[in-house]
């Protein structure tokens, strides 16, 4: 399904029955909808939710914003080192909104947050900037953006800085390409296999085609935004931050910072998870956000029981 909101159009679908606790799931960068797999959220259905997963702008078949070229990697590098500010076709700030404006074409008042890396950035921004919209916060793999936290590992950056084939060129160099990097970041013990990968990225092209330029601009946004501690500390809702304890791309100590920067937010670290949602974790990640699901609710029942003592 797709909806026009904040000046953009979005492809979303949903799970359950919105009788249920609304929980959106905001993908990470360059990463559609379809990673948060269907077995994935039916367990969280499972657990009592109402899912919404949506493409970001740029990302699978939400719009493409290709009409904008996209910045060159080393003038990123050199605004990440220098601070300066680019001339960007959007921001975080404008895929925050996106999020928001999806939940009001879908009447949802107020929900459960859950994002994975760069969608943890987005996820920790709506909860700081949208309190009120938000029940509780979960942010998987993701970050602060504090510079003084460790970088990826050296072989992912190389992989990262290695220009992949053009699938249409040389598909099989592009399905290589892409296996080694989701290999590199993935768990080393519960490695997901080269078939299922290029299954689905295979699928990925079939559905949205070949967009480089999108995760480049969404690259930029992120890197943009910077160090969003400032924002992350004004968070007070119930939050979960979970976390592999071997991820190469987005180190452990990265989830430590946002820990540290929400107060009464509960760390929860995932022995042997990289930088994926392999389905062999899946039950102790849904068990971790019904857990904080429960626990907001418990909070928003004595808020209640406050409010009538009160009046």
């Given at each position: 399904m797709r909806v026009n909101v904040n000046g953009t159009f979005?492809?979303?679908?949903?799970?359950g029955s919105p009788d249920q606790a609304p929980l959106l799931l905001i993908s990470g960068l360059n990463t559609p909808m379809t990673r948060w797999t269907q077995q994935f959220c039916e367990q969280l259905v499972s657990s009592g939710f109402y899912v919404v997963r949506y493409n970001n702008r740029d990302t699978g078949s939400s719009e493409h914003f290709d009409r904008h070229k996209p910045v060159g990697l080393l003038r990123l590098l050199f605004a990440r080192m220098w601070s300066f500010?680019?001339?960007?076709?959007?921001?975080?700030?404008?895929m925050v909104k996106d999020g928001i404006a999806l939940l009001d074409k879908l009447n949802i008042q107020k929900a459960h947050i859950v994002g994975r890396s760069m969608g943890g950035v987005i996820a920790q921004l709506m909860a700081s900037g949208y309190s009120e919209?938000?029940?509780s916060l979960?942010?998987?793999m993701s970050t602060t953006g504090n510079r003084r936290l460790p970088k990826p590992s050296i072989q992912v950056m190389r992989l990262i800085l290695k220009k992949a084939p053009h699938p249409k060129?040389?598909?099989?160099?592009?399905?290589?390409?892409r296996i080694k990097y989701t290999k590199a970041i993935g768990s080393t013990r519960y490695p997901t296999r080269n078939e299922d990968i290029?299954?689905?990225i295979i699928d990925d092209l079939s559905h949205s085609g070949f967009n480089p330029g999108g995760g480049k601009r969404q690259l930029a946004a992120l890197i943009q935004a910077g160090d969003i501690r400032i924002a992350t500390r004004k968070i007070t809702c119930p939050t979960l931050v979970l976390r592999g304890d071997c991820d190469p791309l987005v180190p452990l100590v990265c989830g430590l910072d946002i820990h540290k920067n929400i107060k009464h937010s509960k760390m929860c670290v995932v022995e042997d998870m990289g930088h994926s949602l392999h389905d062999h974790f899946f039950d102790t990640i849904?068990?971790?956000i019904r857990l904080l699901k429960d626990a907001a609710e418990q909070s928003c029942d004595q808020s209640d029981v406050l409010?009538?003592?009160k009046a």
């Open positions: 979005l492809e979303y679908d949903t799970f500010k680019l001339n960007l076709p959007y921001t975080m700030n404008d919209r938000v029940i979960t942010t998987i060129m040389n598909l099989e160099g592009y399905l290589q390409h290029r299954e689905r849904v068990r971790e409010a009538l003592q």
